[in-house]
């Protein structure tokens, strides 16, 4: 009988301290919650195929060199780096659903063929612009100050949270592009790049005239427009007043830039916001033959899900899949 009291009184204990260590307290004195239930751990065929041993070998931008690391290990620096850690915490699962993704579509595309030279032999790497943002967790905790414990917690739910789920249409990883903020829609593929893709299209993302910069301004003197142009089509000429050389763009269905006359030459929308260095190709472009004024809105290239997009819905009570599902059309997510 003491001995059956005694194995009462040890486990007791060790459920308590559980869940005592399931709650800690942040920098800022806040508590962080306990993860949600688990998920099942069970990944797909695909994954455990692409990442035998779990692991993904990245080349560090920085440092030039290759390491290896836990698939989720990744993944939480990839959401640091391309996500506020304070939005809501169903905005920050769609985009680790949707960063999951595109690692996978572009993991498998090299496994067929061959890893870019940019990777020096990795699957991935840090540059943004060729594959997606990083930053090691504890660059993003120093960056994130007292609210390291909160924001890493949120970042590590995220990821949990939606364990190996990733999008695909018709049993094929989608290519799961996402950007900064939208003008108030998407933009399709091939506004933006060359090829269509049904489940990139241009789909209604919201009003965000309310958000800090969704409206920027730029202003160039004429002579610099006209030189910068002239680095992309050196026949290009103006004429004597460059106002008479601007036409009116065409816009996308999303209500960017698509291509646009200036003298005798016929640019993209996306190239003009490239040569300028403007957040987006939703622009308008006027001159007083002095200088010349953009009003640029939203952020990014306009393709796939808008993060600020996502926060907003996310705001309003929608899930994750819920997100997901607007912004990539006709896609399942699974596991």
């Not at 004195?29 to 751990?41: C, N």
């Not at 496994?111 to 504890?138: K, L, Q, Y």
């Not at 599902?325 to 399942?332: D, N």
Request: proline share 3%; net charge negative; aromatic share 12%.
């Amino acid at each position: 009988m003491k001995k059956t009291i005694f194995s009462i009184i040890v486990l007791a204990s060790f459920f308590a301290f559980l869940a005592t260590s399931q709650s800690n307290t942040n920098r800022a004195g806040g508590t962080i919650p306990a993860f949600s239930p688990d998920v099942s751990i069970s990944q797909s065929n695909r994954i455990a195929t692409l990442m035998p041993n779990g692991q993904i070998s990245v080349y560090l931008h920085s440092s030039g060199e290759v390491v290896y690391m836990d698939f989720d290990e990744y993944l939480a620096g990839v959401i640091a780096a391309e996500m506020p850690a304070s939005f809501e915490l169903d905005a920050i699962r769609a985009q680790a659903v949707a960063a999951r993704s595109f690692i996978l579509y572009r993991m498998q595309i090299y496994r067929e063929h061959a890893a870019p030279s940019e990777h020096n032999g990795a699957d991935s790497c840090t540059n943004f612009a060729h594959c997606v943002a990083w930053i090691s967790m504890e660059d993003a905790r120093e960056r994130w100050g007292d609210n390291a414990n909160y924001y890493e917690w949120r970042i590590r739910e995220a990821v949990r949270s939606t364990s190996g789920e990733y999008m695909t249409f018709n049993g094929n990883v989608v290519r799961a592009f996402f950007f900064a903020m939208s003008n108030g829609w998407t933009e399709n593929v091939e506004d933006v790049w060359s090829e269509a893709i049904p489940y990139l299209r241009s789909v209604e993302s919201g009003n965000y005239d309310d958000l800090p910069n969704f409206e920027t301004f730029a202003e160039f003197s004429v002579e610099e427009f006209v030189n910068r142009l002239r680095t992309e089509r050196p026949n290009l000429l103006v004429g004597e007043a460059l106002s008479t050389a601007l036409n009116e763009p065409n816009r996308t269905a999303g209500g960017r830039v698509g291509t646009i006359q200036i003298g005798n030459q016929t640019f993209r929308g996306t190239d003009i916001r490239r040569v300028f260095g403007l957040r987006s190709a939703d622009f308008d472009i006027s001159t007083d033959d002095e200088n010349v004024y953009f009003t640029v809105r939203g952020f990014g290239h306009g393709v796939g899900m808008s993060q600020r997009g996502a926060n907003r819905l996310a705001q309003e009570g929608m899930g994750y899949r819920e997100i997901l599902k607007i912004y990539y059309t006709g896609i399942e997510i699974v596991r």
